[in-house]
């Protein structure tokens, strides 16, 4: 991104009022109202995300590792991969799975709806949504999108990310929202969605941990406490 142009995004963003951060779940009557620091420090992760997104949608993952702290010790933790990556060599491996061989077509990632604070000086913690348009070789285009949380220490004057880690929503909760934004318009349509709900459904009730009952009879007496 241009320089100038990074800094035009950086004043907006600092400039523009709380109630722009409205869908971030902040109540104006409450105590945590959001402050202008962490206005001014959403509106710089922002424009890192910027270049990161560029990058990435480029397929230029040297420039996409550049981004990343270099203590040699970054942790990742993608919705596909069922363990988290610790260490420069899983980063490596999982931004280039099958050396000399073109995996993607292309993808199409948008940051936004970017929340910060700091946790210690020149550390950070954010929030922020994923949107992407992905396609793999061989295969039909996918969208997607997913909620991400990442760890970003200050290098020098720049943002470094050094942990990542992308946080879906419950199956059911995600294919409810799809299925919301994409009405059946068929009856085969119709049938497919009824059964994918089923199916969600009885997965999870099957996956509940043997000895449950005995857990929720120990506690049927149990009152919250606020």
């Known amino acids: 991104m241009p320089k100038s142009i990074r800094q035009l995004l950086l004043c907006v963003v600092a400039l523009l009022p709380s109630v722009v951060f409205a869908d971030f779940h902040f109540d104006a009557k409450k105590k945590n109202v959001i402050s202008d620091d962490d206005i001014a420090l959403a509106a710089e992760i ?7 997104e560029s990058a990435y949608n480029n397929q230029d ?6 981004m990343w702290s270099g203590d040699g010790n970054p942790i990742y933790m993608a919705e596909e991969v069922p363990f988290p990556l610790y260490g420069q060599s899983r980063l490596d491996g999982y931004f280039n799975p099958r050396p000399g061989r073109k995996i993607l077509d292309g993808i199409d990632n948008k940051y936004s ?9 020149n550390v950070a913690v954010a929030t922020y949504r994923l949107d992407y348009d992905i396609k793999l070789v061989g295969m039909p285009a996918m969208h997607g999108w997913d909620r991400l949380m990442a760890v970003f220490v200050k290098e020098g004057d720049s943002w470094k990310l050094s942990a990542y880690a992308e946080a879906p929503m419950g199956p059911a909760t995600m294919v409810r929202k799809m ?3 994409h009405p059946a318009t068929t009856d ?5 969605y009824v059964t994918t709900q089923k199916t969600i459904k009885m997965l999870s009730q099957a996956g509940v941990s043997e000895g449950f009952d005995a857990f929720l009879e120990e506690r049927i007496d149990l009152q919250p406490t606020h």
């Open 46 to 52: 922002t424009a890192f995300l910027s270049d990161y």
């Open 61 to 66: 993952y040297r420039t996409v590792k550049s």
């Open 113 to 121: 709806k970017v929340r910060a604070k700091y946790v210690a000086p």
């Open 179 to 181: 299925m919301k934004a």
């Open 188 to 192: 085969e349509m119709k049938a497919d």
